[in-house]
C-alpha cells in the first residue's frame, strides 16, 4: 500500500474534523494522549495535562465530535448495580482497527505508514490493543442488531468496569438490564488468574488467542470464534 493512499485517508478524517468544527491541532493532541493511554480509562482533566487544551470541556466537545463522525466512542463506567456511572473515567476506543493504525503510524514514522504499521504488529501490546479494538467494534454492532434504531448510540449499551480494588473488566454488554462482561486476553498462554476480572460478576467471557474451554460459568473463546458468532 502505497504512502500516497495512508495520506489520502489521513486528510479525509481530518478534513471531516474540520467541517464539524474541529481543530486539527486539537484533534492531533487528543488522539495521541488517547493512543498513549490506550485502553486504560482516564479522566478528561488527566487527558487536558496531555494536550495544550485549556478545559476539561473541550476534550468532551471533541470526543462527542469523534463519536458523531463513527470515528471512536467513549465507553463509560457501569458499578456492580447496573448504574453507568458518567462522571468516572472514561475509556476511548477507535471504531476501526484502521484508524488506531493510522493514527499510531502517524505520531511515530509518517514517512513510511505501511512499514511502521508492520512493524507495529511485532508488538504484544500494540497487538493486544487491536484485539481489543476489534472486539469493542463488534459489540457495537451486536448492541445494534438488538436494538436497531436510527438514534443507536453505542455508549448506552458497552461499558467497563473496575472494583475497588482496581480489579477493572474490559466490556460490559448491558441488554435488557443484565451485564454481560467480556474480558479480552489475546495471549499465548491463559491460567485461572485471567478470568479474575469476572469473578464479581459470576460469570463471563473471556476473549482468547487460541485458547477454547469451558470453565464452570466462564467460557474462553478465540477472539477468530468469538467474531465468527457476532
Known amino acids: 500500500i502505497s504512502n500516497g493512499t495512508f495520506i489520502t485517508y489521513y486528510n479525509g478524517l481530518m478534513g471531516d474534523f474540520k467541517k464539524i468544527g474541529l481543530k486539527d491541532d486539537y484533534v492531533k493532541q487528543i488522539v495521541r494522549g488517547l493512543i498513549e493511554t490506550y485502553r486504560s480509562p482516564i479522566s478528561w482533566n488527566a487527558l487536558t495535562k496531555k494536550t495544550e487544551l485549556g478545559s476539561h470541556n473541550t476534550i ?15 465507553v463509560f463506567h457501569i458499578n456492580q448495580n447496573a448504574e453507568p456511572e458518567f462522571s468516572k473515567d472514561k475509556k476511548v476506543y477507535f471504531q476501526d482497527p484502521f484508524f488506531f493504525n493510522l493514527f499510531c503510524a502517524n505520531n511515530s514514522n509518517p514517512e513510511n505508514f505501511y512499514n511502521t504499521i508492520k512493524l507495529s504488529l511485532l508488538n504484544n501490546d500494540h497487538v493486544s490493543s487491536l484485539a481489543e479494538t ?7 454492532r451486536l448492541a445494534y442488531q438488538f436494538r436497531p434504531n ?3 448510540q453505542p455508549t448506552e449499551h458497552i461499558f467497563y468496569h473496575r ?3 482496581d480489579k477493572e473488566t474490559d466490556f460490559v454488554l448491558l441488554y435488557n438490564g443484565k451485564m454481560n462482561p467480556l474480558e479480552v486476553k489475546y495471549q499465548e498462554q491463559i491460567t485461572s488468574s485471567d478470568y479474575g476480572s469476572l469473578q464479581d460478576f459470576k460469570c463471563g467471557a473471556l476473549i482468547t488467542k487460541n485458547t477454547l474451554e469451558k470453565n464452570g460459568r466462564y467460557v474462553a473463546i478465540p477472539l477468530s470464534i468469538f467474531l465468527l458468532l457476532i
Open 150 to 152: 436510527d438514534l443507536f
Open 163 to 165: 472494583t475497588a480494588k
Open 134 to 140: 476489534i472486539t469493542y467494534n463488534h459489540l457495537c
Open 60 to 74: 468532551d466537545r471533541y470526543t462527542e465530535g469523534f463519536g458523531k463522525l463513527f470515528f471512536a466512542n467513549k
